[in-house]
């Protein structure tokens, strides 16, 4: 039911049985109940009346605004999706023409090592693309199998820490958590030379804390730009999720990003 016609109903459905009870009392039960036993009546009706037509209310507002909810997230995860595949987009075409210089060049070695980053970047696309956003699969296991996947692929080592709790993220809280996720282990894969990374992320009833820490050749945190190593994009997507994002990192001794968020 549309939220315009509650209005009508609200003055409607009271004023036609309040009054019709008062219509019937007045016409047929004058004689059979006193004033004070019908005033009292009226008032217990009117309590009845109006605590059943707003529990229905109540009702029929929160099975809307649930479907608008669901249908928010679900358009969140679908714009996710489009950005993912133009990012793909974009960056397989520059690898494209780059390997297509290499191998005009005779540079087969460079030529080989672009196809290798290709097929990284088609895996973990493919492995965030495919997974359907009604399939019954926990946020947490989503995490594992594309750290394993991702562990796999780049052959760096991954120490897991998960301890999370079923449904504590919206699904569009979990669309940037997982772009976060993507965002560094793209970095560490692409800058770090790491061997190990340490992931960490522990929800508990009113905070939560996602770290990711590598051992790899770090950076000085003050030469970079906002749009170097996915800086900008970590940071943005820690603010729509109303979270801080702290970055460390040393020449020489790895890097640590931590977010940490309220709930």
């Known amino acids: 039911m549309s939220y315009r016609f509650l209005p009508f109903l609200t003055a409607l459905i009271p004023t036609i049985l309040i009054g019709g009870f008062e219509f019937f009392r007045h016409s ?28 229905w209310v109540f009702h029929l507002m929160k099975k809307q605004n649930k479907r608008i909810t669901v249908e928010r997230e679900m358009r969140v995860i679908y714009e996710e999706r489009e950005r993912l595949a133009k990012e793909l987009h974009d960056s397989i075409a520059q690898t494209l023409f780059l390997l297509k210089v290499h191998l005009k060049k005779g540079k087969h070695d460079e030529s ?9 970047q088609l895996r ?15 946020f947490s296991k989503r995490i594992e199998n594309w750290l394993e996947d991702w562990s796999v692929v780049s052959g760096i080592d991954v120490d897991l820490s998960l301890q999370l709790i079923d449904a504590y993220f919206t ?7 997982f772009g976060i996720i993507q965002e560094a282990f793209t970095n560490i894969r692409k800058h770090s030379e790491a061997s190990n ?3 960490h992320f522990h929800v508990q ?3 939560w804390t996602l770290k ?6 770090g950076f000085k945190v003050s030469n970079i730009g906002l749009k170097q190593y996915g800086v900008s994009m970590l940071q943005e997507r820690s603010e729509r999720l109303g979270a801080i994002c702290e970055i460390d990192s ?3 001794r790895g890097t640590k990003i931590i977010v940490r968020g309220m709930k």
């Open 112 to 120: 080989g090592a672009l196809v290798n980053s290709i097929d990284t």
């Open 212 to 217: 990711i820490e590598d051992n790899g050749v």
């Open 28 to 55: 047929e039960l004058l004689h059979q109940i006193s004033m004070e036993i019908g005033n009292y009546l009226i008032t217990i009706l009117t309590f009845l009346i109006s605590y059943a037509f707003a529990l």
């Open 205 to 207: 009833e009113d905070e």
């Open 250 to 252: 040393k020449e020489g």
């Open 171 to 177: 699904a569009a809280e979990e669309v940037q958590l």
């Open 124 to 138: 973990q696309a493919i492995f965030n693309l495919r997974m359907s956003p009604a399939k019954d699969v926990s």
């Open 197 to 199: 990374v340490t992931f």
